[in-house]
């Protein structure tokens, strides 16, 4: 018979129409044919008739082979025994059932040692010691009974559970106290944790931790990472405790410490065991302080250095803002030291690396003062700079003061202080006379100046132990003239060229030149305009009315000159005035230190035709013995040519009219004299044509000696004598 499957086989409740069967005897497969059935007793193997009971064991050895001897609907029955009863069968969903008694199923070796049990429970024993157990709830239990879906237990401290394979694996012990997960293998990496088919957490083979990402940071022994913003939280229980981070080494598990009290809601940082840093529940920011409330929001507390900042690289910045807009900011200059202050971005002030302060300015120390002054600057791009200083009186008491000290001695100031205890005041300016500081300069309400006294008029000067003068100078630098002055009057107006002046009248020096330092002296008056210079002391001693320079006169031997100026016919270029009115009261005193009282004392000297080239001498006052003076000219022979006598003086004389009479504008009456007119008819040389009073046209006018009363007295003398002697000749 060829082979067949048992599922090929077919069920049969009797013997009449099977020819045979398979059986095995232990040595080969035999055919079992109606006529040897048995029902009971013998040796070997013998399959019962269908309802029939077989007897002896069936005994599959490892060389034997076995053919399917169940078809679908049938089984291998068995029952009595120890074991319970059992059965073998295949159910029409082609699965093969092993079902055990009562009691259960137990798969066992030949002494019963080691068992696969099946019952409530699904066991596995070993040596007789139950090893693993899964119960009725799921849980499966190795070497302890399970409490969980999985419960691992081992007797001693080495591992307890291994995943992986070959020699390689991940390996979980208890070790006393502590659980350790490590791994074995020289080509284990990473331990990854997944959830939803992604990777949250990975171990590195170094002992990295990174959640949410697969690439731990190299410096960081924990690294988070998300796909947008990243965070740790911590969660207390209490309301009363603390979360917080420790930062430890082996000498100090919690050296560091970031915590949050969650009883204040304040957030402190410690370092070295010590509290560094809190912010409380308002975000007030402490550092070495545990109250920053009562300072604001942001204190640091403590000795030397408090806060420091550090650009590695350009300037570095701070910057005050309000609702997102900048308002106050400081900046380093980016590479010298010194900052810059700015309002809104725009820089207002700065401070240079030597010290020196530009307010509205970046350009500092405009003079160029050396690195052992400060200077401060005060200027605008536009307008003008301004220092205020702010006072709160409300009664008389210094307003403000600036002060000079040297080593913390005070030895100047300005001082402003109010007055009349109204809106008036003054201000003080004071120095330091060996010490003792004193108000040297006094500027009233009305803005009069007192220098050493109280001011009573615009400038008053006082000093009561030495002398006193005003000097106004200018350096030797540049080129020359250089003029400096005073000016006068309420007009402005611009004095004498390169120096400046406010007012109608002024007083100009003008250094000529840096050699012997010679400088004039220069008066400035205004008539209508400008105001124009009228009198001058040159740097000789010269007094030059109404001229600037002697240069015309520069050939007469005179050591100082008085020299005028006019154009106008009739007015003089120097005039002597007395304005007393006094009779007997001369205008003019000349005076002559020579001690001789004849023609060579000489008072007054005359010239005329004054020019650069030359002039010619006119004559002038000499003495005449004592108490006489007398008009002298020059008569030298070796200055005349042409001479010849004269003729007919006669004839003239008697032709001339002596009068007296009055002046018109003063009344006065003259006894003797002659009317210009009728001398002009005969004397023409002794007449002039510019005399003329201020305003008037011009009026004729007498020379030499038609002057003089007691020449009319003479000419009519000769006169009447000329007719005695015409009476005798007759």
């Not at 003089?572 to 009115?581: A, E, R, S």
């Amino acid at each position: 018979m060829a082979n067949k499957k048992f599922s090929e086989f077919v069920l049969k409740t009797s013997t009449s129409d099977v020819s045979h069967i398979v059986g095995y005897n232990g040595a080969e497969n035999v055919q079992i044919t109606p006529a040897n059935f048995v029902t009971g007793g013998g040796t070997g193997i013998f399959l019962p008739l269908a309802g029939g009971t077989m007897t002896g064991a069936l005994v599959v050895d490892s060389t034997a082979t076995v053919n399917d001897i169940l078809t679908a609907g049938l089984g291998l029955a068995i029952t009595g025994g120890a074991v319970g009863t059992a059965k073998l069968v295949q159910l029409a969903n082609n699965f093969v059932y092993l079902y055990g008694g009562s009691s259960g199923l137990v798969l066992g070796n030949g002494d019963g040692t080691t068992n696969l049990k099946v019952a409530a429970d699904f066991s596995w024993e070993l040596a007789g010691v139950e090893k693993m157990k899964l119960d009725a709830s799921g849980n499966l239990g190795i070497g302890v009974a399970a409490s969980e879906k999985l419960s691992v237990m081992g007797t001693d401290n080495t591992n307890q559970a291994r995943i992986g394979h070959t020699a390689q694996g991940v390996f979980i012990k208890v070790n006393g106290t502590n659980v350790d997960y490590n791994s074995s293998g020289n080509t284990i990496g990473s331990h990854t944790f997944s959830t939803g088919n992604a990777e949250r957490m990975r171990i590195t083979a170094d002992g990295k931790l990174s959640l949410g990402t697969s690439f731990p940071s190299s410096d960081s022994i924990l690294t988070l990472s998300t796909a947008s913003s990243t965070g740790l939280s911590l969660k207390s229980v209490s309301n009363a405790g603390e979360s917080f981070i420790n930062f430890g080494d082996s000498a100090d598990i919690n050296a560091g410490r970031i915590y949050y009290g969650h009883s204040d809601n304040a957030m402190r940082f410690r370092t070295n065991d010590a509290l560094a840093m809190l912010i409380d529940s308002a975000g007030n920011v402490g550092i070495g302080s545990t109250n920053p409330s009562a300072y604001g929001k942001f204190l640091v507390e403590g000795t030397g250095l408090l806060i420091n900042a550090n650009a590695t690289s350009g300037a570095a910045s701070f910057g005050l803002y309000e609702q997102g807009a900048g308002r106050f900011g400081i900046t380093t200059l980016d590479g010298t030291p010194g900052a810059k202050f700015t309002l809104a971005g725009t820089e207002r002030m700065r401070l240079d690396s030597i010290g020196n302060l530009g307010l509205g300015t970046t350009t500092i120390n405009r003079s160029g003062l050396g690195a052992d002054h400060t200077v401060m600057t005060i200027g605008t791009n536009s307008g003008m700079g301004m220092l205020e200083l702010q006072g709160n009186r409300t009664s008389n008491a210094d307003l403000g003061r600036i002060a000079w000290l040297n080593a913390g001695t005070r030895l100047a100031e300005i001082v402003s202080s109010r007055i009349d205890n109204d809106t008036s005041t003054q201000m003080l300016f004071r120095t330091s006379d060996t010490g003792s500081l004193s108000t040297k300069m006094t500027l009233s309400k009305a803005g009069n100046l007192g220098v050493g006294t109280a001011p009573t008029a615009k400038l008053t000067l006082f000093n009561d132990e030495a002398d006193i003068s005003i000097n106004v100078n200018t350096g030797t630098g540049g080129s020359y003239p250089k003029k400096t002055g005073i000016s006068f009057g309420a007009t402005s107006t611009s004095l004498g060229g390169d120096a400046e002046f406010t007012g109608g009248a002024g007083i100009q020096a003008i250094n000529i030149a840096a050699f012997g330092n010679k400088t004039d002296l220069a008066f400035w008056t205004t008539f209508s305009g400008s105001p124009t210079e009228r009198m001058r002391i040159d740097s000789s001693g010269n007094l030059l009315v109404g001229a600037t320079a002697t240069s015309e006169v520069s050939n007469l031997t005179v050591n100082h000159l008085l020299e005028g100026n006019s154009s106008t016919v009739g007015s003089g270029g120097v005039g002597v005035y007395n304005n007393t009115g006094t009779a007997n009261v001369p205008s003019l005193v000349v005076l002559q230190r020579d001690t001789s009282t004849d023609s060579t004392c000489r008072f007054i000297q005359f010239y005329s035709n004054v020019t650069d080239a030359g002039n010619t001498a006119m004559g002038g006052i000499v003495g005449n013995g004592a108490s006489n003076a007398q008009f002298a000219t020059l008569s030298d022979i070796r200055e005349k040519e042409n001479i010849k006598s004269i003729s007919g003086s006669l004839d003239k004389i008697n032709s001339l009219n002596p009068v007296e009479f009055d002046w018109k504008k003063t009344g006065e009456h003259i006894k003797a004299g002659f009317v210009a007119q009728e001398v002009e008819e005969i004397f023409p040389e002794y007449v002039i044509d510019n005399f003329s009073n201020q305003g008037e046209e011009e009026r004729k006018g007498l020379t030499g000696g038609m002057t003089s009363g007691i020449v009319a007295h003479l000419v009519l003398a000769i006169k009447e004598l000329k007719a005695e002697i015409e009476l005798l000749k007759k």
